[in-house]
């Protein structure tokens, strides 16, 4: 994989992070109508990206990923986690994941809770998340997500 930065995530990019989310989670074969309900949970203000933790993925200029780590120790959110349909299987969202957790720790959580897309959740447990329970859909009702918790020095 070519090399990645990590960085802050700029107000000014919060636009871009919508449009990749939604690409991303388009990626798991859901239909137009579906996207459509997501589109307000999945879309950023700049405010939301100048008062939350967001970190993006910069990958020669391009924004490829991002996620976002949210609450108060000590516990709190994996609120996103989202990678560019192209880079999924690259081992980005592992590179991501690994940030994540650090800056996680440095801000001094020991849990994160992750409200799973349920094509992810593998993912989340091969970085060593387990499932709690279910959580609801912020965008679909009665839809229930997978609910993840990582003890966050215990992560890949």
Not at 33 to 42: D, N, T, Y
Not at 70 to 80: A, F, I, S, Y
Not at 138 to 155: D, K, N
């Amino acid at each position: 994989m070519p090399e990645v930065t990590l960085r802050r995530a700029r107000p000014d990019e919060a636009s871009t992070l919508s449009d990749l989310a939604l690409a991303a989670k388009g990626f798991w074969g859901y239909d137009q109508a579906f996207i459509e309900s997501c589109k307000s949970e999945l879309t950023f203000s700049p405010d939301d990206v100048a008062r939350r933790h967001f970190v993006v993925a910069d990958l020669g200029g391009l924004v490829v990923g991002f996620y976002s780590v949210d609450g108060e120790p000590p516990v709190g959110e994996l609120g996103n986690m989202w990678v560019r349909p192209s880079e999924i299987g690259t081992g980005l969202g592992r590179v991501m994941w690994q940030d994540a957790m650090a800056a996680a720790a440095a801000a001094g959580f020991e849990y994160l809770e992750i409200g799973a897309e349920p094509n992810a959740e593998g993912f989340y447990r091969k970085m060593g998340a387990e499932r709690i329970g279910e959580t609801p859909s912020g965008s679909i009702a009665g839809r229930m997500l997978p609910m993840m918790q990582v003890r966050v020095s215990a992560a890949s």
